[in-house]
């Protein structure tokens, strides 16, 4: 037994990596029809850093150059309620005055994250601001919100892998999967 392993943690598959990449490439085709080859995509870190990474090079292969940039952004809290309040954490520099920007998240979850990007953005000047997710839990939503393009509907599970963790693990698995109890 490994001592940095306090527990053993059941990660059950859930979408394979080729099902992730083919999945990409639709979004990639999807998006190129709607966006300007010289949009800026930004991704909302952490958890989005691999499917950013896949989704540039499928929108190259769809004939789009865009800028690729990245914000972390903090919720705040009251109690135990998001209070939907939520400030960029470190540096989001440069203009978006009159740019076409799409905003990448792992997974749209209560809606806070990507609605309130949006509106940071569109604050900053940027004019024609659309939204990605990989993954998709309507069943969590608390705001009338909807991201653009979605890659993946699914049930409200605990999922990891594919950039996505769980106390900063799991991030590193080149598929999506479930945990399960604990
Ligand atoms: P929301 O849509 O503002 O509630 O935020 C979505 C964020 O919640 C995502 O970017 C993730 O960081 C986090 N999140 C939601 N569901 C999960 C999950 O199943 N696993 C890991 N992180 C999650
Ligand atoms: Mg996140």
Redesign the pocket.
């Given at each position: 037994m490994m001592a940095f392993e306090d527990r053993a943690i059941d990660v059950e598959p859930l979408i394979a990596g080729s099902a992730l990449q083919r999945r990409i490439d639709e979004l990639a085709e999807a998006i190129a029809k709607d966006m300007p080859p010289t949009m800026v995509v930004v991704g909302?870190l952490t958890?989005?850093f691999v499917f950013v990474a896949d989704l540039v090079r499928a929108l190259d292969r769809h004939g789009l150059a865009p800028d690729v940039r990245f914000v972390q952004l903090a919720?705040y809290f009251d109690g135990t309620e998001?209070t939907g309040e939520?400030q960029v954490l470190g540096s989001l520099s440069g203009s978006f005055e009159g740019r076409a920007v799409l905003v990448v998240?792992?997974?749209?979850?209560?809606?806070?994250?990507?609605?309130?990007a949006k509106r940071i953005l569109e604050d900053r000047g940027a004019k024609h601001v659309r939204t990605c997710?990989l993954?998709d839990?309507p069943s969590?939503?608390?705001l009338e919100f909807q991201a653009d393009y979605v890659g993946f509907t699914i049930p409200d599970?605990?999922?990891?892998g594919y950039g996505?963790?769980?106390a900063e693990r799991f991030r590193h698995l080149p598929y999506i999967g479930q945990?399960n109890g604990d």
């Open positions: 909302i958890g989005s919720s998001s939520v998240d792992d997974i749209q979850d209560t809606g806070r994250t990507l609605a309130m997710a993954l839990k969590r939503r608390v599970v605990f999922v990891v996505i963790d769980y945990i």
